[in-house]
């Protein structure tokens, strides 16, 4: 039989909040209720009657709570198969009470760790009793319904509810599949806490926040996000985000990083690469100019702001076929015009870290690696060359330097008053990377002549820095450390051009 009426309940939750309706109805379906301390007072306070597990267990609660539950005839009521005859003649002869519903609700420890509390109060949040009960609980799924969280006491109680106090085999493996869910979370949270400085080279992660989405990258892929998405946005209209979109999202958002405390800046991307950037004094000219960096490319782009976009700037977007569109905030006339397009994805960026480290497949495994979080400073610029970069030339290349930084390798970023030319992106050769930048930049009709080139990674030969010389760039940065780095800084020398190293290489694979 798989249908099984409920006859008791063990309740020990640290969370009391929403558990009210569920006692009441317990009780009104006439379940037993044991409990433990503070949960028991709880109950107790709403006029209920429940049973303190220290009457099962006949000890008190000891050590500071740390050893209330833990008790043979605690898990013997729950652990016990009801199919068993062996089992069942125990259960008689030690005087277990059968427990067929197990309601818990773990100490907090994520939330303490994250509050900054000492070493001693997070110690002693690890759920040592919880976490037992929901274990054992949800091992012996065929005869217990376990509830494992508060988040599912809305879901437990309509089951308890609809089923008139039964619950079915179907249910239970259901929140048992919760339960274990929730144990293995938790036990993934204190290891990486105690292995912060990762003595272990083990790699845990748990999300419990997951998301089916319409497909992969190509509709015949499946593919899933998991992840806090709300955490980081609010998601004020538009269609469903897609997987190659929120490879985007992550790219603009990355990018615009740089640019968090800069000027007004307005970045357009198209599969993960910038495809117009610039800086101005307005957003609306921001957007103008970031647009004028590749009109074409634009086209079913993904847009993103560092400041709030205002009525004019969006009446200029409005006008543009694009996927997303992100910025801090939005005003309300702006808001209403963005909103003309039925599909147009419009996210607000709420200001949240992100993550210091990057994860991705490799493989049979996986590969982790701190985030490039080197952005190049002035202080950072070594200038190498007889000539060195004027003041705008500086700032100039300090920008391309951000923008090459997000860019795939091998790439070369030309710009020219805080405007993005072109770039040349994930090119197998830096050369043609560079030729590919010019060619497009011309096609655009920039004037190169007094534009500065970046690269990610260091010029092995001087080619680059003649051709860009051939086109009239006459800056250029660039990390340096080439065993031939004195010809392209020869080249320069020769040729009137300023070249600064930085020292620091900024690959994108
Ligand atoms: N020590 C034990 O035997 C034990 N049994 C249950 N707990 C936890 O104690 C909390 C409930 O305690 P109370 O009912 O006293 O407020 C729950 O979060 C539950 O997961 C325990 N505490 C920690 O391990």
């Known amino acids: ?95 277990i009470p059968q427990l067929d519903i197990v309601i818990v609700d773990l100490y907090p420890f994520e939330k303490t760790v994250a509050s900054g509390a000492s070493e001693q109060d997070i110690i002693e949040k690890i759920d040592i009793g919880g976490i037992s009960l929901i274990r054992a609980a949800a091992k012996n799924f065929k005869d217990v319904l376990c509830v494992s969280s508060m988040e599912d006491y809305e879901d437990f109680l309509n089951v308890i509810s609809e089923g008139n106090g039964t619950t079915t085999l179907e249910d239970r493996k259901r929140f048992a599949t919760k339960a274990f869910n929730v144990s293995s979370h938790y036990d993934t949270a204190i290891f990486n806490y105690f292995n912060k400085e990762k003595e272990e080279t083990v790699l845990k992660i748990s999300e419990t926040k997951g998301q089916e989405l319409r497909y992969g990258e190509n509709p015949h892929q499946k593919g899933y996000f998991f992840g806090d998405f709300e955490a980081m946005f609010t998601k004020l209209h538009g269609k469903e985000l897609s997987y190659n979109n929120l490879l985007d999202v992550d ?43 590749d009109p074409v490319s634009a086209f079913g782009g993904i847009l993103i702001s560092n400041v709030e976009i205002d009525k004019p700037t969006a009446e200029e977007i409005h006008d543009l076929f694009c ?86 390798s091998n790439t070369i970023v030309l710009a020219k008053n805080k405007q993005l030319c072109a770039s040349g992106t994930g090119q197998t050769s830096r050369v043609d990377a560079l030729n590919q930048a010019i060619h497009k930049a011309q096609s655009f009709n920039f004037d190169l002549n007094g534009a500065v080139m970046a690269s990610d990674a260091f010029f092995p030969f001087p080619d680059c820095v003649e051709i860009a010389d051939k086109a009239g760039i006459k800056s250029v940065i660039q990390p340096g450390g080439s065993i031939k780095d004195q010809l392209s800084i020869d080249y320069c020398n020769e040729n009137g051009m300023a070249m600064v190293m930085t020292g620091t290489r900024h690959f994108k694979h």
């Open 251 to 293: 790219a603009a958002v990355n990018l615009m990083g740089e640019f968090k405390n800069d000027d007004p800046t307005f970045a357009i991307l198209k599969h993960n690469n910038a495809c117009g950037l610039a800086t101005r004094s307005t957003i609306k000219q921001a957007y103008v100019d970031a647009l004028a960096g």
């Open 1 to 95: 039989m798989t249908a099984k009426k409920a006859s008791a309940a063990l309740i020990s939750v640290f969370h009391k909040d929403g558990l009210e309706p569920i006692v009441k109805k317990l009780n009104d379906l006439g379940v037993t209720l044991y409990s433990t301390g503070g949960t028991e007072t709880f109950i107790h306070d709403l006029g209920i009657d429940v049973v303190p597990v220290e009457d099962v267990t006949s000890y008190p609660s000891i050590l500071g709570g740390r050893v209330k539950t833990l008790h043979p005839k605690v898990f013997g009521g729950i652990l016990n198969r009801q199919d068993n005859e062996s089992d069942v003649a125990q259960m008689k002869e030690f005087d």
């Open 323 to 408: 996927e997303v569109v992100i910025a801090p905030s939005y005003s309300d006339e702006a808001l209403d015009i963005l909103k003309g397009k039925k599909n147009r994805i419009i996210l607000v960026q709420n200001d949240i870290e992100l993550p210091e480290t990057m994860v991705r497949t490799c493989l049979n495994g996986i590969l982790v690696q701190d985030k490039d979080s080197k952005t190049d400073a002035k202080e950072d610029l070594n200038p190498v060359t007889d000539k060195k970069p004027t003041p705008q030339e500086t700032e100039d290349l300090l920008f391309a330097s951000k923008l090459c930084k997000h860019t795939k």
